[in-house]
């Protein structure tokens, strides 16, 4: 019984763990234009006050998107900096619910 009560442990903490589900712009995506808004969404709760996200370009450049403090609790919505054409990554960081710290990447591309 009790291997079983640590089984059953495991896909709960797996759950509190923060995945991004879905992301604007989008992993990938060739943009016709530079975004103005950058939109997360996650699978639970993340702290907004403790979340960053940073553009980087080509030749290293970070630029900080300024991240908004409302909006739903699953969701990080932050004003996109002024981003010139080309190939951007876009880092983010949360920090989840469970107390983890959880960071992704994705690049994205800015039409010329
Ligand atoms: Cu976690």
Redo the contacts with the bound molecule.
Sequence with gaps: MLLGALLALVPATVA??SLLLEATPAADALLSGPPTEIALRFNNRVEKRLCTILLVDTRGERLRAEVRADGPADRVNAVAPALGPGTWRLEWRVL?T?G?V?TGRFSFRVAP
């Design positions: 509190a763990h989840s469970d983890h959880v």
